[in-house]
């Protein structure tokens, strides 16, 4: 299993950026998928995902900004990116695995529960 993000850059704080992850190796639509980043000095956190019932759900940090969507077809995973702060500055990360993390007893964003990732994109938000 291969995931490659994209999509990432510098952009003026109010400012939108789409990222995108494409993966290979698997086809299965089951797997569960997510966005991480990881800020200066910071862990990884898991920024957006999908709930056992395929729901998704958002960090509190980014609600009503970013928006998380995949393409079963393409087998490539989106997140939408609107509203840009400065603190939105970080190292994104797809990651993916085979089943639900909740399986494991683990929540959509603990890192743990995911056992591919990318090797991650850079987002920069200026002031």
């Known amino acids: 299993v291969q995931l490659e993000e994209s999509g990432g850059g510098s952009v003026q704080a109010g400012g939108s950026l789409r990222l995108s992850c494409t993966a290979s190796?698997?086809?299965?639509?089951?797997?569960?998928v997510a966005w991480f980043r990881q800020r200066p000095g910071n862990g990884r956190e898991g920024v957006a995902g999908?709930?056992?019932?395929?729901?998704?759900t958002y960090a509190e940090s980014v609600k009503g900004r970013f928006t998380i969507f995949k393409d079963n077809v393409k087998n490539i995973l989106y997140l939408q990116m609107n509203s840009l702060k400065p603190e939105d500055t970080a190292m994104y990360y797809c990651?993916?695995?085979?089943?639900?993390?909740?399986?494991?007893?683990?929540?959509?964003?603990?890192?743990?529960?995911?056992?591919?990732w990318g090797q991650g994109t850079q987002v920069t938000v200026s002031s």
């Open positions: 990651a993916a695995a085979p089943r639900h993390p909740v399986y494991n007893g683990r929540s959509w964003s603990d890192e743990l529960g995911y056992n591919y």
């Open positions: 190796g698997y086809t299965d639509s089951s797997y569960s």
């Open positions: 999908f709930d056992i019932h395929g729901i998704t």
